[in-house]
């Protein structure tokens, strides 16, 4: 079922459920006064960060935090089934998008929207096309069990399927970088000229 049309769309309803979620939780939490909108968001530290730090070691920090991350995904594949760890991941982005979006309408009022998604956008398209190039690979391949469970069956397979593998590593590694290069110098910029706006 996971790359059926039943897989993807409870991936969006996962994806829906935890966008309503983080919205419930950031509102909830808000107005008993548990958090203050700055535990969520503080764009002003950021900015200030963004303002006096080299960008070259920005861009180092950023790729140790964004490789760190995707090795825990891996390692999730590897440990784990597949779909369980797209479900998880699905709905636990959303979540905190949900999140994120709450406390810059909050803040900023409606036009906080394009804050939020120039914040989110654009190198998390590009880290988004990794986990799309992984889902597509291992539930066209049938995913059952884990990662490891699909990739051991190329021992016995064609040169066909070295040459599919070779690709998908080079794009997963492609991506992750520009997106650590867009992350890391690019955004500082966009999200400079958005905050001014704001503010």
């Known amino acids: 079922m996971y790359y059926t049309i039943e897989g993807k769309r409870v991936l969006g309803i996962?994806?829906?459920a935890g966008l309503i979620t983080g919205t419930l939780f950031f509102n909830i939490t808000i107005k008993m006064q548990v958090f203050k909108v700055s535990d969520f968001l503080d764009f002003t530290e950021y900015m200030k960060m963004l303002e006096n730090i080299d960008l070259a070691i920005f861009c180092s920090y950023v790729v140790f935090v964004r490789f760190r991350q995707l090795l825990l995904f891996f390692v999730g594949l590897f440990l784990f089934s597949p779909y369980i760890v797209f479900c998880l991941f699905d709905y636990g982005v959303s979540v905190f998008t949900g999140i994120l979006i709450s406390a810059m309408v909050l803040k900023y009022g409606w036009t906080g929207l394009v804050g939020g998604t120039c914040f989110l956008f654009p190198q998390y398209f590009f880290y988004g096309m990794i986990f799309v190039i992984v889902y597509i690979y291992l539930f066209r391949n049938a995913a059952i069990g884990n990662f490891y469970t699909v990739i051991s069956?190329?021992?016995?397979?064609?040169?066909t399927l070295l040459k599919d593998r070779i690709i998908i590593i080079l794009l997963i590694i492609g991506l992750f970088f520009v997106g650590c290069y867009i992350e890391a110098y690019i955004s500082p910029s966009i999200l400079k000229k958005i905050f001014g706006i704001f503010t």
């Open 14 to 16: 996962l994806y829906i």
């Open 153 to 159: 069956r190329g021992r016995r397979g064609t040169h």
